[in-house]
C-alpha cells in the first residue's frame, strides 16, 4: 500500500493487492489478491507533469481476484468486479462487472449475490426498485 491511499473500516484486503497513490477505499470493501490498481494514464518512466488521478472505492464494494482497476475511476456503493477484470470506466452502485474491458453483465444485492429480473435477491429478499431504470441483461429470457 502506497503513503496517503485511505482504506475505511471493515475492509478486507488480500495478499498482493497494489494500492496506489491516490486510492480512497470506503468501508467494508473487499479487495481480493493481486488486485491491481493503477494510478497514471499515461505511463512514462519519467513524466515530469505527473498528476495523481484518484480513485474511488465506494461503501461494500468487491473487487475480485487479479482485477486491474484503472485510474481515476469510481467503483459504486456495493458493486461487484468479477475476477481478471479489466475495469476502465465507472461502476455504478450494485452492477457487477465482468471482461476486458469489464462490461456490466448484472446487478448485485448488498449480501454480494445476483439480483434476478426484478431486482429482487433470492437469498434475502431484499429488493432494489431505484435500480429498475437500469438495463438487466437477466431480464432477457433464456432458453
Ligand atoms: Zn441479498
Partial sequence: MDATVVVGDDCKVENFASIYRGVTIGNRVFVGPHVCFTNDTYPRAVSPDWKVLPTKVENGASIGANATILCGLTI????????????????????????????????????????????????????????????????????
Fill in 76 to 143: 459504486g456503493r456495493n458493486a461487484m468486479v468479477a475476477a481478471g477484470a479489466v475495469v476502465t470506466k465507472d461502476v455504478p452502485p450494485h452492477a457487477l462487472v465482468a471482461g476486458v474491458p469489464a462490461k456490466i453483465i448484472g446487478w448485485v444485492c448488498e449480501c454480494g449475490r445476483p439480483l434476478d429480473a426484478k431486482f429482487r435477491c433470492a437469498h434475502d429478499g431484499k429488493s432494489y426498485p431505484e435500480l429498475s431504470s437500469k438495463r438487466n441483461p437477466r431480464s432477457r429470457s433464456r432458453k
